[in-house]
């Protein structure tokens, strides 16, 4: 990997203070926010914890991010569809790390070439990161839409995830990203560095 490669996690602006804090915590951490906001599809959450991976751990276990912005997830999270809450963008952040800052605070990682509940997903291992450019469909992660009759794998391959497995120190997160300047305020009045966000509505639907 000669050039950083970045990850993106979605979380409500108000799980911001206990990352500020804690960092990343998993749900089974000593440190796990108590009082967390999740987002998201919970049936999908939910069946991770039904999937085993190679090395006898479950997907659940693991904290997933994805490669790229504007996924679908995001989409069905600011419309609220399928049974999903509504969240509006400007409650919503992205903490941005990369595969470089993970392996520098020495966490173990998986990550799929697709969505990982999807099983035409393959799943590949810290030994496969040097390969992770040929490995990913880096057209399809950065595509701005995924509907398309002549691929009907795009969704799948856009949604493609990084696992990172334990607690993620707040030292790992590059940055947050939000949707405007009063996102910004907000970050600014948890205490995060102004330095450290940046914002644009192209990262959002």
Sequence with gaps: MEKEIYLFRLTHIENIPHILKNGITHVDSENRNKDYISIGDSSLINTRTEIILGNGKKISEYTPFYFGTRMPMLYVIQNGHN??????????????????????????????????????????????????????????????????????????????????????SYSAIINFLVSGQNSMKKLIDFGVSENMIKTSGEWFF
């Design 83 to 168: 049974g999903v809450k509504q969240v509006s963008k400007e409650n919503i952040v992205y903490s941005v790390s990369s595969i470089q800052k993970i392996i520098s605070v020495n966490l173990d990682y998986v990550f799929f070439d697709g969505h990982a509940r999807n099983s035409f997903s393959q799943c590949y291992s810290s030994e496969d990161v040097g390969e992770i450019n040929e490995i990913l469909d880096w057209n399809a992660i950065n595509s701005r839409y995924w509907k398309n009759e002549n691929d009907t794998d795009l969704k799948r391959r856009k949604a493609a995830e990084f696992l990172v497995h334990g607690d993620i």
